[in-house]
């Protein structure tokens, strides 16, 4: 991959198996952007303004302007961080399950000090909170001036539905969000550090592995990057993505469905970034065959109904195969 980003190095990745295409990246006023959005395709937009006013944002500005209030703070044994649905973690079905992060609250001055503080061995912490009026109004001030129209011009140019939060993150270097999808669009505004995201199309659901949707888990793939079960996983080796690298300034447009590995450089410090998730917009009018995200979410709504009228989430392997071998395939 092209590092002729001054402030980055290959050195700075973790090792994976597969190769990647790069995902273009244009200027914010070049026609491909809205292009690449309007085929649902990920992009990386440079030189826009969207979060620029978040670039004094620094631990010491965070610190002093953050406000008293509570942040959501994961803390790993390990680099990665997870996601897991609490409610589904709740259910009986999934009583086995052991989360593999730990969820606080936390002060952010305490989470300064433990980043500061931070030697190996210790867990790690990854801040992950969705932008509230809890924040003082130097944040507040900052928030209103980030560029909302650039946003919303492609909020309602690409029919979008409403913008459902800003999640700020503050990462340290070396932490992995693991592969997954979301069910919203993304622009995911890098304002410090630098950030490799790894991306899949949504059509690539068989080799990426996705847990059970009543798994807590759901969403989230089974394969652990750093090391591939190939004989649990075999077609992972068949997996096709692209990669960018994200500094500050620069925005990556994640498209609904769209898988995404995120890992923070290990370059000696701490990442922060704005992620601007809306809801998808009307499907308009539906083309055949479907589309990968369309049969996506087609696949969850055949699971859901499932669990909804076997009960038992150990009921359905049975009856699918029953279905599918020897007749479908
Ligand atoms: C909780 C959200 C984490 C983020 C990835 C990352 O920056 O580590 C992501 O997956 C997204 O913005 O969709
Ligand atoms: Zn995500």
């Known amino acids: 991959m092209a590092n002729d ?3 980055w190095d290959p050195s700075q990745l973790r090792k994976c198996d597969l ?3 790069e995902i273009p990246r244009f200027v914010y006023n070049d026609p491909r952007v809205d292009e690449f959005i309007s085929e649902n395709k990920p992009v990386v937009i440079l030189g826009s303004k969207l979060a620029k006013a978040a670039e004094k944002w620094t631990l010491d500005y965070l610190e002093k302007n953050m406000g008293n209030g509570d942040f959501t703070v994961f803390l790993s044994k390990n680099h990665k961080f997870k996601y897991y649905d609490d409610k589904k973690s709740m259910l009986k079905s999934n009583s086995d399950f052991i989360p593999p992060t730990k969820k606080l ?3 952010l001055p305490e989470f300064i000090k433990r980043l500061r503080e931070w030697k190996k061995g210790d867990d790690r912490l990854y801040l992950q909170q969705g932008l509230n009026n809890t924040v003082g109004p130097a944040i507040v001030h900052d928030f209103l001036n980030f560029d909302w129209n650039f946003c919303t011009s492609k909020q309602s140019k690409h029919n979008w539905g409403p913008l459902t939060s800003n999640l700020l993150l503050i990462g340290m270097e070396g932490n992995v969000t693991p592969c997954h999808y979301d069910e919203q669009q993304n622009l995911f505004a890098q304002v410090h550090g630098y950030k490799r995201c790894i991306l899949f199309p949504p059509d690539q659901f068989d080799c990426l592995y996705p847990h059970p949707v009543h ?3 759901d969403r989230q793939s089974m394969v652990d990057f750093d090391k591939p079960d190939y004989s649990r996983f075999p077609k ?4 096709r993505g692209c ?3 994200i500094g500050p300034g620069e925005v990556l447009y994640i498209p609904m469905y769209w898988w995404h590995h995120i890992e923070s450089l290990m370059r000696g410090s701490y990442t922060v970034t704005v992620n601007f998730w809306y809801k998808g917009g009307p499907n308009g009018t539906v083309t055949y065959p479907l589309k990968g995200h369309q049969k996506v979410a087609v696949m969850r709504n055949v699971e859901k109904m499932l ?5 038992d989430p150990k009921e359905i392997p049975p009856l699918l195969r029953a279905m599918v071998l020897g007749r479908y395939t």
């Open 19 to 21: 190769e990647f295409e």
């Open 236 to 239: 992972f080796r068949e997996a």
């Open 215 to 217: 798994h807590p888990h």
């Open 243 to 245: 990669e960018t690298v």
């Open 105 to 107: 609250d936390m002060k």
């Open 5 to 7: 980003n001054k402030g």
């Open 307 to 311: 669990l909804d009228v076997l009960q």
